[in-house]
T-cell receptor
Framework: QQPVQSPQAVILREGEDAVINCSSS?????VHWYRQKHGEAPIFLMI?????EQKGHDKISASFNEKKQQSSLYLTASQLSYSGTYFC???????????????FGQGTILTVHP | EAQVTQNPRYLITVTGKKLTVTCSQN?????MSWYRQDPGLGLRQIYY???????DKGDVPEGYKVSRKEKRNFPLILESPSPNQTSLYFC???????????????FGPGTRLTVL
């Protein structure tokens, strides 16, 4: 089942902050965040596992609320290079392990203006 | 250079003509996956493979086949393409941590397929 991302689009000025949310109706094992620029391949940002482990780029932060099956990506002091489409991918929890089946949301379009 | 390569990058074909999109990675990754991307629908997983000879269906496997005979290659086969398979296709690979998908996926450059 596809996770729901919000907002669908956001426009910022350089230096402003943004939060992108990802919500699932199923219990999650992990949440993956990627950014994609137009015409390019997605680029990894962050992975968050149930239990609190996470791995990602230093300048990106995110949270994972296991009870609510929600994750949020925090973009602070935005730069022009942050523009793109952000996708969250979710792994459903099944038997307490990961099976590699990843379902992505529809994406959030972020535009940063000078 | 560590990379995921896909061929061809662009393909226009006709309904019913079998085709294969190749995917190869040089990072010795266990995990490989195929996605299709359509406007407004995000990335949808077609098939994935946790290791050689192990493949599983993603969310949209109908009309596609895959095989994983070697660690580095994961071809996507369309036996009888139809216009609704017109899309942008991405292959990705990742190193697993044990049996856990806990590392970044590296995506190939994409293959834009048009089925007439």
């Amino acid at each position: 089942q596809q996770p729901v991302q919000s907002p669908q689009a956001v426009i910022l000025r350089e230096g402003e902050d943004a939060v992108i949310n990802c919500s699932s109706s199923k219990a999650l094992y992990s949440v993956h965040w990627y950014r994609q620029k137009h015409g390019e391949a997605p680029i990894f940002l962050m992975i968050l596992l149930k239990g609190g482990e996470q791995k990602g780029h230093d300048k990106i932060s995110a949270s994972f609320n296991e009870k609510k099956q929600q994750s949020s990506l925090y973009l602070t002091a935005s730069q022009l290079s942050y523009s793109g489409t952000y996708f969250c991918g979710t792994e459903i929890q099944a038997g307490g392990t990961s099976y590699g089946k990843l379902t992505f949301g529809q994406g959030t379009i972020l535009t940063v203006h000078p | 250079e560590a990379q995921v390569t896909q061929n061809p990058r662009y393909l226009i074909t006709v309904t019913g003509k079998k085709l294969t999109v190749t995917c190869s990675q040089n990072m010795n990754h266990e995990y490989m996956s195929w996605y299709r991307q359509d406007p407004g629908l995000g990335l949808r997983q077609i098939y994935y493979s946790m290791n050689v000879e192990v493949t599983d269906k993603g969310d949209v496997p109908e009309g596609y086949k895959v095989s994983r005979k070697e660690k580095r290659n994961f071809p996507l086969i369309l036996e009888s393409p139809s216009p609704n398979q017109t899309s942008l296709y991405f292959c990705a690979s990742s190193q697993t941590l044990g049996i856990t998908l806990y590392n970044e996926q590296f995506f190939g450059p994409g293959t834009r397929l048009t089925v007439l």
